[in-house]
T-cell receptor, first 111, second 115 residues
Framework: QKEVEQDPGPLSVPEGAIVSLNCTYSNSAFQYFMWYRQYSRKGPELLMYTYSSGNKEDGRFTAQVDKSSKYISLFIRDSQPSDSATYLCAMRHTGFQKLVFGTGTRLLVSP | DTAVSQTPKYLVTQMGNDKSIKCEQNLGHDTMYWYKQDSKKFLKIMFSYNNKELIINETVPNRFSPKSPDKAHLNLHINSLELGDSAVYFC??????????????FGPGTRLTVL
């Protein structure tokens, strides 16, 4: 079993929909939680990060971490075709640089 | 101005060959990484160097050898290439000298195909 589990999708939604992307993990030592977006044939780019539990909002994006359930989410409001990409969750321990990634969820937003 | 650059972008080679991938960052970061992304998009760390010192060395075949001539460069040399080495290899860098959180910036990737 992988340390971080993520549904690979694809997840297909119409433009304007609210998208929910999720990851579960097994290692309770993880403290930093990140969401990366990866367009086809490009490198991952950081969307948001959260330290420990709680919510964080940035424009149309909201990241949530529930450490008690070992579950993290990324919500995208008013989804756009330009949001079509693979979304990778990643996490790491405090003081340790190794990022552990989920397998990524491919999101398709149709006009 | 590319922050993390990799060469080559594409690499097609025969089984058994030796090849190198180069990475350079102009962000002034002190830590660099190599990741492998397989055909199912799973991204896994291979190595990390901090100021030219190896700090992360995951379970990777000995055929893979990273080299960091200075803190702005991290190269990956692969001996005796195998079909299973076909993947996209990403270089990344981060500044770990400051606070607890540090973002890793990824390069554009090198798509390696072994025939």
């Amino acid at each position: 079993q992988k340390e971080v589990e993520q549904d690979p999708g694809p997840l297909s939604v119409p433009e304007g929909a609210i998208v929910s992307l999720n990851c579960t993990y097994s290692n309770s030592a993880f403290q930093y939680f990140m969401w990366y977006r990866q367009y086809s044939r490009k490198g991952p780019e950081l969307l948001m990060y959260t330290y420990s539990s709680g919510n964080k909002e940035d424009g149309r994006f909201t990241a949530q971490v529930d450490k008690s359930s070992k579950y993290i989410s990324l919500f995208i409001r008013d989804s756009q075709p330009s949001d079509s990409a693979t979304y990778l969750c990643a996490m790491r321990h405090t003081g340790f640089q190794k990022l552990v990634f989920g397998t990524g969820t491919r999101l398709l937003v149709s006009p | 101005d590319t922050a993390v650059s990799q060469t080559p972008k594409y690499l097609v080679t025969q089984m058994g060959n030796d090849k190198s991938i180069k990475c350079e960052q102009n962000l002034g970061h002190d830590t660099m990484y190599w990741y492998k992304q397989d055909s199912k998009k799973f991204l896994k760390i291979m190595f990390s160097y901090n100021n030219k010192e190896l700090i992360i060395n995951e379970t990777v075949p000995n055929r893979f050898s990273p080299k960091s001539p200075d803190k702005a460069h991290l190269n990956l040399h692969i001996n005796s290439l195998e079909l299973g080495d076909s993947a996209v290899y990403f270089c990344a860098s981060s500044d770990t000298s400051g606070g607890a959180y540090n973002e890793q910036f990824f390069g554009p990737g090198t798509r390696l195909t072994v025939l």
